[in-house]
């Protein structure tokens, strides 16, 4: 196993919040957390604070918005009609 320093796991810690490193790296993640509390507690910080705006923001957008949005991406070329 790798052993993570802090600078990386702030570099990374948004993909291990949302479960995008692979299990090798996440596992480092894990075990530098269990040894360095200010790095879970930054950890846990930006877990609440991700769960506080995904509660905050569930509003929908109106539909025309959608709509442009989506009309803007396929004009460039990157969502199929």
Partial sequence: MYE??????????QLYIDGELDPERAADFAEHL???SPCLEHSEFQRKLKAILRAKCRCA?????V????EAIRLEGRLPP
């Avoid at 993570?4 to 810690?13: A, Q, R, S, T």
Wanted: aromatic share 0%; glycine share 0%; proline share 5%.
């Fill in 61 to 65: 957008s109106p539909e025309h918005v």
């Fill in 4 to 13: 993570i320093n802090c600078i990386e796991v702030l570099h990374e810690m």
């Fill in 67 to 70: 709509r442009r949005v989506r």
């Fill in 34 to 36: 269990e040894r360095c």
